[in-house]
Nanobody
């Protein structure tokens, strides 16, 4: 059973940086779409970035393109989200997720129908 545990959230001022980590264990499939999502109070959960493990292809939502970078370590145990030039609108609970369906990393980017989720880590950006 896949388990995902996020860490690295915190409070920063606008323009600052944070790196989120997601420790992943219990792989049962050979390939996953792995994603970072966020949810601000009163808003729907939205996709931030995805990483397809078979080929390393990355995708980003427009508002974070060029500021955020999704990556995975060589040991394939940790998914990262490097967040630079943070803005107050980036304030949210951030979640990592994993699912074996490739379509979630492509045509269905941003859809929340992932099978496996972490518990979330809070990111707060002050102006």
């Amino acid at each position: 059973q896949e388990q995902l545990v996020e860490s690295g959230g915190g409070s920063v001022q606008a323009g600052g940086s944070l790196r989120l980590s997601c420790a992943v264990s219990g792989y049962t499939y050979s390939t996953y779409c792995m994603g970072w999502f966020r949810q601000a109070p009163g808003k729907e959960r939205e996709g931030v970035a995805t990483f397809y493990t078979r080929n390393g292809i990355r995708s980003y939502r427009d508002s974070v393109e060029g500021r955020f970078t999704i990556s995975r370590d060589n040991a394939k145990t940790t998914l990262y989200l490097q967040m630079n030039s943070l803005q107050p609108e980036d304030t949210a609970m951030y979640y990592c997720a994993a699912d074996p369906r490739r379509s979630l990393c492509g045509y269905y980017f941003g859809r929340v129908e992932y099978n496996y989720w972490g518990q979330g880590t809070q990111v707060t950006v002050s102006s």
